[in-house]
T-cell receptor, first 113, second 107 residues
Framework: NAGVTQTPKFQVLKTGQSMTLQCAQD?????MSWYRQDPGMGLRLIHYSVGAGITDQGEVPNGYNVSRSTTEDFPLRLLSAAPSQTSVYFC????????????FGSGTRLTVV | LAKTTQPISMDSYEGQEVNITCSHNNIATNDYITWYQQFPSQGPRFIIQGYKTKVTNEVASLFIPADRKSSTLSLPRVSLSDTAVYYC????????FGAGTTVTVRA
């Protein structure tokens, strides 16, 4: 099993550009989430989904959109990139929401110039 | 979200036991306590989860007192490869990671 796959691994954007970070899991997990991690900081929750068609906001949702049309995929869209969105982005999935056994992807390192 | 407090950093030597205590004074009745480990340039990895008393697996032990306002992650006989950031989390629906505890194991 591949687990959680994130693409791309690295990306450089210019301010104002938009892009989509991809996240796919092959474990049939209902719960998926997106985090960002700034240097020397913990992970902050951006958006999460408890199943196909259901999404909700986390701590830092501004500037990001998500949708969940299938169980497998949970893309994160940056609408108009800003330097403050320079960060490492992690996607995670789990069969439950209570924190048990989250599987994380390897991350996308995004730089906005 | 229940707020958690844990030390910023801890140093240890190979072969020693490392204990990291996390405070979570406003933990709710239904909340579980979960610990994750993160190596540089990787996503966090689940270590252990518990609700009360003691939980042990092949990697670590988790001690939770009766009032559940704190918990202690115990890493037995650490090695250099245990150098990582350790996160304590308490949440029912959303998981938020604080800054974690950076554990540095020296030879």
């Amino acid at each position: 099993n591949a687990g959680v796959t994130q693409t791309p691994k690295f990306q450089v954007l210019k301010t104002g550009q938009s892009m989509t970070l991809q996240c796919a899991q092959d474990m049939n997990h209902e719960y998926m989430s997106w985090y960002r991690q700034d240097p020397g900081m913990g992970l902050r929750l951006i958006h999460y989904s408890v199943g196909a068609g259901i999404t909700d906001q986390g701590e830092v949702p501004n500037g990001y959109n998500v949708s969940r049309s299938t169980t497998e995929d949970f893309p994160l869209r940056l609408l108009s990139a800003a330097p403050s969105q320079t960060s490492v982005y992690f996607c995670a999935s789990s069969s439950t929401m209570g924190g048990y056994g989250y599987t994380f992807g390897s991350g996308t390192r995004l730089t906005v110039v | 979200l229940a707020k958690t407090t844990q030390p910023i950093s801890m140093d240890s030597y190979e072969g020693q036991e490392v204990n990291i205590t996390c405070s979570h004074n406003n933990i709710a009745t239904n909340d579980y306590i979960t610990w994750y480990q993160q190596f540089p340039s990787q996503g966090p990895r689940f270590i252990i989860q518990g609700y009360k008393t003691k939980v042990t697996n092949e990697v670590a032990s988790l001690f939770i007192p009766a009032d559940r306002k704190s918990s202690t992650l115990s890493l037995p006989r650490v090695s250099l490869s245990d150098t990582a950031v350790y996160y304590c989390l308490v949440a029912r629906n959303k998981l938020s990671f604080g800054a974690g505890t950076t554990v540095t194991v020296r030879a």
